[in-house]
C-alpha cells in the first residue's frame, strides 16, 4: 500500500511525463512552451510535497506549536518559480519575434522556412 | 578586504549589469563591461594564488555558517575555472566594442552588455557557490543571458535557434533540479561538502541513483555531449560573433565543471565510477562525439558551425578524461578544459575578424584573406594548429596528457580514437588554410587587415595559445594539484 | 486615438469595478510587502501583486492611460534600481565589517540589523518585481498593438 500512499510522486511522475510529451508532441512554439511550464511545475509539486512534515503547521512561528512543515523547500521553489516566470517570459517574447520574422509560430514550417533558405 | 574577494567576483558584474542596462550609447555600457571584467580577472589571479598558498577558503554567505547557510567555497578547481572565465570575457569584451557596434543596432547595445555581465555572474556564480541548489539558480542566471544574446544575431534564424536552445536549457536545468531535490530529500542537506560526506549512507537506495542519473543527463545537455549537443551548432552559428567566442570558451566548460564537482566531490569517484556504470556510458558517448561530431565538421560550409561542430568533439575528449577516473585522466580533462578554451576563443576571434572585414563566415569568405588579411588568417591558422594538437600549442600538451593517462590505464584503443580524431581537425582546418591561401577572391580584393582593436585580442589569445603551449608549468601544476586533491590523492 | 480601441470603453461595470478595486490591490499590495517578515509576503508576491494592478488598469483603461501613469523610462530605472538597492544592502554590510548581505551589522544588536536589512531587501525586490513585471506587459502588448 506504500505505492498508493506515495500518491503525491504519482500525481508528480504524471504532470512531468504530460509536459515534457506535449514539448516533444506539439509544433505551435505557445505549446511547447505550456508543456514547459508544466513540466516544470511538476518539479515544484515534487519540492513542496517532499518538506511537508505529517500533521506540521505552517511554518510561522506561533505560541503551543512543535510541529512545523519544513520551509525549506518552499523557498528553494519560490527562487525556481522566480527562475521558470523568467523563461517564460523570455520564450514568449522569442515566440513574438519569430512570428514577426518568419510570419509563423509552428515548428514544422519554421524547419522548412530555415532549409528552404 | 580580501577576504571578500569570493563574493565581489560574483556581486561586481551582478550590480554591473543593471547599471550596464541604465546606460545608453555605444561606449558606456561597453567600458563598464569591460572595466568589470578586467578587474574580475584581477580577482580570480588573486583568489588562485591564495588558494595554493592556503588551501580551500571557505565564505558564508550573510554569515550563516555551512551547512545552514550558503557557502562559498574555492579550491583549486574552481579558482581555475574563474582565471579561465575572467581571462576570456576580459580578453573578448575589447573586442565587442567594434564587433558588436557593426552587428548590432545601437539601441540593444547596452542590453547586450547587460547580457553578457549577467552570462559572467551566473557563470562566475556557478563555479564559486558550494551550494547543490545555488548551482542550479546561477546555471538559470546564466542560460537566460545566454539565450538572450543568441537571440541578437543578425540572422532571423538566430531566434529559432535561441528558442530551441531555451527549450533544451530549460528541460536540461529541471532535470538537474529534479536531481538536486532528490538528494535533499534523501540527506536533508544542500551543501556540496556535507553531501559528500552523508550520501555515502544513503548511496544504495534508488533514489539516490535516480538523482544520479538526472543530475547527470541535465548536466550533459549543457555542455553539450554528444548526442544531447544538438542545440550547439545552431545557437554557435547564429550568435553574434563576439557572444559565439564568448560562449564557446566559457559556458560549456562551465557544465564542464558541474559535472566533475558532483561526480567526483559529491558522489565520490568510488560510488561514481566503481558502482555506477558512468565510466563504460560517458567513454563510449565521449568517443562517439569525438568521430561523429569530427566527421560531420569536416562538410560544413559555413565555418562558424564547423568550429562549432569541433566544440561538440572536443567535450569529447574533457568527458573522456573525467570518465578514466584516475588523477591522469581528471587532470587531462582539465588541461584540456582550460586549453580548448583558449583556442577555441582565439579562433571565434578570428572568425569575428573575417566577418567584420568580409561580411560573412562561409567558406567561400576565406577566399584569398591569406593576402588581403595576412595577420588575422595566420592568427586562424595558429589557432587551427592549436585546436590539432601541433606540439609548442596547447592542444598539444591537453591531448599528450590525454593519451598518457589513456595508456596508463592500458586502453590503446582509446589513443587510436584520438589520433583519429585529431587527423580530421587536419582535414577540417587544411581545408580552410588552403582556401584562405592559395585561391584567389573572385573580385578584385578591396579588403584590408582588420582594425588593430579587434587584431590585438585575437593575438593575445593566439600568443597565451602558444605561451602555455610550451610554459606548462602554471596549468599543468594547477590542474594536477586540482586532480590529485579531487581523486583523493590515490591512484 | 489608439487608446479607444484598446480601452473597453463600453464596458461601464468593468470601469467602475476597476476603479474601485486597483486602490485596494495596491494597499494589500503594500501590506504583503511590509508584512513579509513576520508572515506569509514579500517582495516577490507584493511586487506581483502591484503589478497586476497596474496590469488591470492596462486593460480596463488602455496601454496609453497607464503609460502616462507609469512611464517607460521610469519603469526601466525602477527595475534596475531595486536589484541595485538590494545589492548595496550587500555592499553596505561588507563596508560594516560583514560578509556579503550579513546584515545583522547594520543595527545596533544583530535581530534589529536583520530587520533593517530584510526589510530594505524585499523593498527592492519588490521594486524591481513590479517594474519588470509591468514593462514587460508593457512591451508584449505594444508589440501587439503595432501589428
Known amino acids: ?117 | 578586504m580580501d577576504a571578500h574577494f569570493q563574493a565581489l567576483i560574483v556581486v561586481l558584474p551582478l550590480l554591473a549589469a543593471p547599471l550596464a542596462a541604465l546606460l545608453r550609447g555605444r561606449t558606456g555600457p561597453w567600458l563598464l563591461a569591460t572595466l568589470v571584467s578586467w578587474a574580475m580577472l584581477g580577482l580570480a589571479l588573486a583568489l588562485l594564488l591564495k588558494v595554493q598558498a592556503e588551501g580551500t577558503l571557505s565564505y558564508a554567505l550573510g554569515g550563516w555558517a555551512a551547512p545552514i547557510g550558503i557557502e562559498y567555497r574555492l579550491d583549486a578547481l574552481n579558482a581555475f575555472v574563474q582565471v579561465l572565465l575572467a581571462l576570456v570575457a576580459a580578453v573578448v569584451l575589447p573586442f565587442m566594442h567594434l564587433s558588436a557596434a557593426q552587428e548590432i543596432d545601437e539601441e540593444r547595445l547596452p542590453g547586450l552588455y547587460a547580457a553578457v555581465l549577467l552570462l559572467l555572474a551566473g557563470l562566475t556564480g556557478i563555479t564559486a557557490t558550494g551550494d547543490a541548489f545555488n548551482v542550479f539558480v546561477f546555471l538559470e542566471i546564466s542560460s537566460l543571458a545566454t539565450y538572450t544574446l543568441i537571440a541578437l544575431g543578425q540572422d532571423r534564424r538566430a531566434l529559432t535557434s535561441a528558442f530551441r536552445y531555451l527549450i533544451m536549457g530549460t528541460i536540461g536545468a529541471t532535470f538537474f533540479l529534479i536531481g538536486v531535490g532528490l538528494l535533499y530529500g534523501m540527506t536533508g542537506t544542500l551543501n556540496m561538502a556535507d553531501l559528500g560526506e552523508r550520501l555515502p549512507a544513503v548511496a544504495d537506495t534508488r533514489t539516490v541513483h535516480t538523482a544520479v542519473a538526472f543530475l547527470v543527463v541535465g548536466v550533459c545537455l549543457k555542455l553539450a555531449l554528444f548526442p544531447l549537443h544538438l542545440w550547439l551548432p545552431n545557437a554557435y552559428t547564429y550568435a553574434p560573433s563576439a557572444v559565439s567566442a564568448l560562449l564557446a570558451a566559457t559556458s560549456t566548460k562551465v557544465a564542464v565543471y558541474v559535472l566533475i564537482r558532483f561526480l567526483y566531490t559529491v558522489f565520490g569517484v568510488e560510488f561514481s565510477f566503481g558502482e555506477l556504470p558512468l565510466t563504460s556510458i560517458l567513454v563510449v558517448l565521449a568517443m562517439l562525439g569525438m568521430l561523429i561530431a569530427s566527421a560531420v565538421a569536416i562538410g560544413q560550409q559555413e565555418v562558424k558551425r564547423l568550429l562549432a561542430y569541433s566544440s561538440v568533439a572536443q567535450v569529447g575528449y574533457m568527458v573522456l578524461g573525467i570518465a578514466l577516473a584516475t588523477t591522469a585522466g581528471l587532470t587531462a580533462a582539465l588541461l584540456h578544459l582550460f586549453n580548448h578554451a583558449l583556442m577555441k576563443s582565439a579562433l571565434f576571434l578570428a572568425l569575428g575578424c573575417i566577418a567584420f572585414r568580409m561580411g560573412g563566415t562561409r567558406v567561400e569568405h576565406f577566399k584569398g584573406i591569406g593576402r588581403s588579411m595576412p595577420w588575422t588568417s595566420a592568427a586562424f591558422v595558429a589557432g587551427g594548429l592549436s585546436l590539432i594538437g601541433v606540439p609548442l600549442t596547447v592542444g598539444f600538451i591537453s591531448k599528450w596528457y590525454l593519451v598518457l593517462a589513456a595508456i596508463g590505464q592500458g586502453w590503446w584503443w582509446l589513443v587510436v580514437v584520438i589520433l583519429i580524431s585529431s587527423l580530421m581537425a587536419v582535414v577540417y582546418i587544411w581545408r580552410l588554410v588552403e582556401v584562405a591561401y592559395f585561391e584567389t577572391p573572385a573580385e578584385r580584393d578591396r579588403h584590408h587587415e582588420a582594425p588593430l582593436s579587434l587584431l590585438l585580442p585575437t593575438w593575445l589569445l593566439v600568443a597565451l595559445n602558444f605561451w602555455l603551449g610550451i610554459d606548462t608549468r602554471l596549468t599543468v601544476g594547477v590542474a594536477e594539484s586540482a586532480a590529485r586533491a579531487l581523486t583523493g590523492g590515490g591512484s | ?147
Open chain 1, 1 to 117: 500500500m506504500t505505492s498508493l500512499g506515495l500518491y503525491n510522486y504519482w500525481i508528480v511522475i504524471a504532470l512531468m511525463m504530460l509536459g515534457l510529451y506535449t514539448v516533444i508532441s506539439r509544433g505551435n512554439l505557445v505549446k511547447k512552451l505550456i508543456g514547459l511550464g508544466v513540466f516544470q511545475t511538476a518539479v515544484f509539486f515534487m519540492y513542496i510535497s517532499m518538506g511537508f512534515v505529517k500533521d506540521g503547521a505552517a511554518p510561522i512561528l506561533t505560541e503551543g506549536v512543535e510541529v512545523y512543515s519544513n520551509p525549506l523547500p518552499h523557498v528553494l521553489i519560490l527562487t525556481a518559480i522566480v527562475v521558470g516566470v523568467a523563461t517564460l517570459a523570455l520564450g514568449l517574447a522569442l515566440v513574438i519575434r519569430i512570428k514577426e520574422a518568419y510570419g509563423s509560430v509552428d515548428d514544422d514550417e519554421l524547419q522548412a522556412m530555415d532549409n528552404a533558405s
Open chain 3, 1 to 147: 486615438m489608439s487608446a479607444g480601441r484598446d480601452a473597453m470603453e463600453g464596458q461601464l461595470i468593468l470601469r467602475v469595478v476597476s476603479k474601485f478595486l486597483i486602490p485596494v490591490i495596491m494597499l494589500f499590495a503594500l501590506y504583503v510587502q511590509f508584512h513579509g517578515e513576520y508572515g506569509p509576503g514579500g517582495g516577490f508576491q507584493a511586487g506581483v501583486i502591484m503589478a497586476s494592478a497596474l496590469i488591470v488598469h492596462m486593460l480596463v483603461f488602455g496601454l496609453d492611460e497607464t503609460r502616462r501613469v507609469a512611464p517607460l523610462p521610469v519603469l526601466r530605472v525602477l527595475s534596475a534600481g531595486g536589484a541595485l538597492l538590494y545589492g548595496a544592502v550587500g555592499i553596505v554590510a561588507m563596508l560594516f565589517g560583514g560578509n556579503f548581505l550579513d546584515y545583522g551589522v547594520l543595527g545596533p544588536t544583530a535581530p534589529t540589523g536583520q530587520v533593517i536589512g530584510i526589510i530594505v531587501i524585499e523593498l527592492g525586490v519588490g521594486i524591481t518585481v513590479a517594474s519588470t513585471m509591468v514593462l514587460l506587459a508593457f512591451l508584449f502588448a505594444e508589440r501587439v498593438r503595432e501589428r
